[in-house]
């Protein structure tokens, strides 16, 4: 039951050495041993999608991974995406502000990491993928009608400046 | 002094508003994107301890014996808490009506699963759970009561035994000439309504961090808490403390809809902390016990309901026998949302005469608290579900029969004859515009040719009064007297001109903080990010409740109006003994104090507010140095209600009408919203972007409650739901893009013209998808009349199926 492990892994481009315990949550090292803790947990099985996480930049669910799984990982949470000199918010981050999608705002970490994933590998997806990309995450605030435009509006302000 | 609260914009001290009613960001939003906001769960204290708690498996057993003695000797556990220790030092929850309250621990005997029996203190959660697994408890298992026929039962098992009876409350209201009107009908038309239990599910689940001072005898608990003024109260009943020894801090919340609060894990963790020395104790609720035990089931009602119909259409008359599963208790207040629909009983309609008969039954069912809407989703499902069938019967378009029943925009205020008064609206106007916005005519046409095609298409146009701007005066018959629900700010000037505002409440997800630093910035006369907005804990907030009946964002704007009239009044004092004139030869206009003769003569907020806090020889007499101003608003003009609970309740009637297309498919019974268009009228919108969202929000819980969500128990009283693979909540899939426009009646008395809008489109779409699904079975001669309308429900009753 307390068998204890030593890990490494990174943390938003920083380096972690922590022995846990093998039964620790990905989700609880992170927000309770790293002290990061906009990695939200919702509902501790997998479900609500608002704890996720990039392993490797794939898309996880911190609650259902233990933290000795991501030995060796390169870990990115919500915290990696502001501008650490400046504070700037990330576009997909400012894209939420300025399109409302977000009302508690608890579940929006995971949106915003999924949103991440998917603009990384399709920068310009349709309604519908955007929709089969966000699918796994619950939202009870907005009605994902402004989580939708925020994500439209991410994706056109990064292609802009990418043609620039 | 005379404190002028705007009732209309063009009344700020502004040449022109410039955020108040546009969709301006949200201050709250930067550290909500960035992940660093301090919900309870990123708090931790020195020395804190983690709550676990062992929960009951049976719906109702005798508690026989517990045995602790091996979580006790676990390295790490601190301490277990037990009935035994509840009974020495607490009482029961205070209820509506009272008595049917339970101990935060069970004591004696258990009425629920998942109803706490023993919890523990440890020095993580982890060691907390593994201590829970030795606990041993013994049981008599009893006979459930299952359901409210069981608990009308002659000779049913007893869910509290010293009430003598499972009725909790028993009465009816008559309004009007209820009989006369239902004798002389031309058409009675009548049906039986199911609406199966839903809850509010916020993303967060209820969490805590308890601290008992040993020395001082005082309580402090950090949360997610939604009215903490009420909480501390409740708690300082419960425990047993003085009031002011119970002081509240409201973490931001994760969404609420109603009963985020926690009462019980609260308690738990305070306790555990006394009996810890005074470590604090964190409780963090998980999913499957919000979902088996939280705060927010709801709505567990059996419907029997009828209106009367003159051969014209007329409405005069609307009868509802309520039977409200309550579940074990009405700890959550679930009483106080049968008695909501009093507030706007007959909806958009000038009917003359109704009769509400009202049963609130306890059963072993977990108990109901508040959820989003508070009552009046089913109830308005209900009447607008009969307004279709007449208007089946009839042979009369929908949309026909409401338009020639709606009160008449010449009539308000108009008094409904459940007692509330209407303050304003148009509904002719919402009708039209959603018809013209939704193509009304051609969504038919494409009905038609899709009945000729066998597919199963139904269209609804619904209408609904939303009452906004709860007041106690409402619940009085359920047990709540009072009259006036206030809500304090505190607004004050620094030395260099920036403004804070100190309110009672925090952050929910409605997007109060950026209304509050609107209203405030558009009357000052600065900049948004000149205002910060913060929490004041209870031992120093003023008079408050926070979020609750579709009011805050109503009631804030008032607080901080009246504030700010009084800092007005201040202001021009001090600038008239600068100046040598008198008070009322200056205005405050545009962020200045000027001479309304000279405007060019004048001084900015700052300059006052820095003239006042250093040179306090330059003040008039009776003027304190301080550039601050609390006020306490309530709704104006509210009164007692009469036996028959009719008063002037709820300040404010915004009204929508949601036009909605859906297809049901045959062969699986899942039901696919082709298109959904929402008209609503809530009177000045103070901030567009919240209003949408808080439509598009209520929407998307509307389509769980009338399709997906249940709270399933089997026969025996057990929960068939404890996770989201059970409880199935809406995913971008389901949610339909609605389209959206909006007329603007103001209100004449609420602040800036403002109505509630929180909770028009939750009791709105159930009732629209229902009578939707309806139209499309028509032809068919079927009726679906239970909700969640989910496949299988829909596929039963398809495929001649009966049962669940």
Same mark, same amino acid.
């Given at each position: 039951m307390s068998t204890r492990k030593t890990i490494r892994l990174t943390v938003n481009g920083k380096p972690y050495e922590r022995e846990v315990e093998a039964r620790l949550t990905l989700a609880d090292f992170i927000r309770h041993e790293l002290h990061l803790g906009g990695t939200h947990v919702g509902c501790e099985h997998g479900i609500c999608g608002a704890c996720t996480i990039l392993i490797d930049g794939s898309s996880a669910r911190a609650c259902l991974t233990l933290a000795v799984q991501a030995d060796g990982a390169s870990i990115t949470t919500i $915290?990696?995406?502001?501008?650490? $000199?400046?504070?700037q918010l990330h576009p997909i981050q400012q894209a939420f502000v300025d399109a409302h999608g977000l009302q508690c705002g608890f579940c929006t970490p995971g949106f915003i990491m999924t949103t991440l994933e998917l603009l990384g590998e399709n920068p310009d997806p349709t309604d519908e993928e955007i929709k089969e990309a966000l699918g796994g995450n619950l939202c009870r605030c907005t009605g994902y009608q402004s989580i939708l435009d925020s994500v439209r509006l991410a994706a056109s302000r990064i292609n802009t400046a990418t043609a620039a | 002094m005379a404190i002028d609260i705007p009732t209309r914009t063009d009344q700020l001290p502004t040449s022109a508003t410039r955020f108040i009613g546009k969709a301006v960001n949200r201050i709250e939003d930067p550290a909500l994107v960035s992940g660093t906001v301090e919900f309870i769960d990123n708090l931790s204290l020195p020395g804190m301890l983690h709550c676990a708690i062992l929960r009951s498996p049976h719906p109702h057993a005798r508690i026989t014996a517990i045995d602790a003695s091996a979580a006790l000797e676990l390295p790490g556990v601190e301490a277990v808490l037990t009935g035994e220790d509840v009974e020495r030092w607490c009482d029961p929850c205070f209820t509506a009506p009272e008595g049917w309250g339970n101990y935060c621990l069970a004591v004696g005997k258990v009425r629920f699963v998942g109803e706490p029996v023993v919890a523990v203190a440890a020095s993580s959660r982890y060691i907390a759970e593994d201590a829970l697994e030795l606990i041993q408890v013994e049981y008599e298992v009893l006979d459930p009561v299952a359901n409210p026929d069981e608990a009308m039962a002659s000779g049913a098992p007893l869910v509290f035994e010293n009430r003598g009876t499972n009725v909790i409350q028993s009465r009816t209201y008559t309004w009007g000439e209820v009989d006369r009107v239902f004798a002389e009908a031309d058409r009675v038309v009548s049906r039986q309504f199911r609406w199966n239990r839903v809850g509010a599910n916020p993303t967060e689940t209820f969490g805590c961090i308890c601290q008992w001072d040993l020395a001082d005898n005082s309580l402090t608990c950090r949360g997610a808490y939604q009215t903490p003024r009420f909480m501390a109260i409740g708690r300082a009943a419960s425990l047993r403390l003085p009031a002011n020894k119970v002081k509240i801090i409201s973490h931001a919340q994760g969404g609420g809809f109603g009963g985020k609060g926690g009462p019980r894990g609260t308690d738990i963790a305070a306790l555990l902390s006394r009996k810890c020395d005074g470590r604090p104790v964190k409780y963090i609720e998980d999913r499957m016990e919000y979902l088996l035990a939280g705060g927010g089931q709801s709505w567990d009602r059996y419907y029997d309901a009828a209106i009367a119909l003159k051969a014209d259409g007329t409405v005069t008359g609307f009868k509802v026998r309520l039977v409200d599963d309550q579940g074990a208790g009405a700890e959550g207040y679930g009483t106080i949302s049968a008695a909501k629909p009093l507030a706007a009983f007959t909806g958009n309609y000038r009917i003359e005469a109704a009769f509400y008969d009202l049963t609130l039954v306890a059963t072993n069912r977990a108990p109901t608290y508040p959820y989003r809407g508070y009552g009046p989703p089913p109830h308005n499902l209900v009447l607008e579900s009969l307004m279709d069938v007449a208007a089946r019967e009839l042979a009369l378009d929908p949309a026909e029969l409401r338009r020639r029943n709606y009160i008449g925009p *010449?009539?308000?205020p108009y008094t409904v004859p459940s007692g509330n008064e209407y303050d304003s609206g148009n509904y002719a106007a919402v009708l039209d515009r959603v018809l013209e916005l939704s193509d009304y005519k051609a969504l038919r046409e494409s009905q038609a040719k899709a009945r000729a095609e066998g597919r199963l298409v139904g269209i609804a146009v619904v209408s609904t009064v939303e009452p906004g701007v709860f007041d106690w005066n409402a619940y009085a018959t359920v047990g709540v007297p009072g009259v006036g629900v206030p809500e304090g700010v505190k607004v004050a000037v620094d030395v260099f001109g920036n403004i804070t505002v100190a309110i009672g409440f925090n952050l929910q997800g409605q997007g109060q903080f950026t209304v509050a630093a609107q209203v405030v910035a558009d009357y000052l006369g600065v *900049?948004?990010? &000149?205002v910060k907005v913060t929490t004041a804990s209870t031992d120093v907030a003023l008079p408050h409740f926070g979020q609750g009946g579709s009011r805050l964002g109503v009631a804030v704007t008032g607080a901080i109006l009246g504030a700010c009239d009084k800092l007005r009044q201040t202001f021009c004092r001090v600038v008239a003994h600068v100046m040598q004139?008198?008070? /009322?030869q200056v205005e405050l206009m545009n962020g200045r104090l000027q001479l309304? &003769?000279?405007?060019?003569h004048g001084m900015t907020i700052a300059e006052v507010a820095g003239l006042m806090l250093s040179r306090s020889d330059l003040l008039p007499p009776g003027v304190e140095p301080c550039p601050e101003a609390t006020f306490v608003w309530v709704s104006p003009n509210r009164n007692l209600p009469d036996d028959q609970g009719r008063c002037r309740s709820y300040l404010t009637a915004a009204a929508a009408t949601h036009v909605v297309q859906v297809e049901i /498919?045959? /062969?699986?019974?899942q039901v696919k919203i082709l298109g959904y268009y929402i008209v609503d009228d809530c009177g000045t919108r103070l901030n567009p972007a919240n209003v949408e969202g808080q439509l598009q929000g209520g929407v998307a819980q509307g389509v769980g409650a009338a399709l997906y969500e249940e709270y399933v128990y089997d026969p025996q009283c057990q929960p068939l739901v404890s996770t989201f693979v059970d409880y199935l909540m809406p995913t971008i899939h389901e949610v339909p893009m609605t389209v959206k426009d909006h007329i603007v009646t103001p209100s004449p008395i609420a602040p800036l013209g403002a109505k509630g809008c929180g909770e028009g489109a939750i009791h709105t779409t159930p009732a629209a998808l229902l009578c939707a699904i309806n139209d499309a079975l028509a032809p068919l001669g079927l009726e679906c009349r239970e909700t969640p309308a989910s496949p299988r429900r829909l596929w039963n009753l398809l495929h001649g199926q009966h049962g669940h």
């Open positions: $915290e990696g995406l502001r501008n650490r $000199e400046t504070g | *010449e009539q308000f *900049e948004m990010n &000149a004139t008198e008070p /009322d309304k &003769a000279a405007p060019a /498919d045959r /062969d699986t019974g």
